[in-house]
């Protein structure tokens, strides 16, 4: 219970921060009233929100192992037809 309301704590902050940070620039401050019905929405759902951000988090792990794969692999095929040609 503890953890879930810590959450709900650290969700409202960085909610409203996000908020405040994102809102129409051309307004003096933004309407109380989306910031705290955005901040609730995101107290509401911070458990899936971090799901969210860690399944975010694992896609870009694994699309820089990919990119990375496909680099060694093309150097090692570089350095393979540089000694065919040297062999030659």
């Known amino acids: 219970m503890l953890v879930y309301l810590c959450g709900w704590l650290v969700t409202t902050v960085a909610a409203t921060v996000t908020a405040t940070h994102f809102s129409d620039r051309g307004m003096s401050r933004p309407r109380l009233l989306s910031v705290g019905s955005l901040a609730v929405l995101a ?9 969210g951000v860690v399944e975010l988090l ?3 792990a694994v699309a ?3 990119r990375m794969g496909r680099t060694l692999r ?4 570089q350095t393979e037809r540089d000694e065919e040609r040297i062999c030659t």
């Open 74 to 77: 093309s150097d090692q095929a």
């Open 43 to 51: 107290d509401a759902l911070w458990p899936v929100l971090v799901i």
């Open 64 to 66: 820089k192992g990919v």
């Open 58 to 60: 694992a896609i870009v």
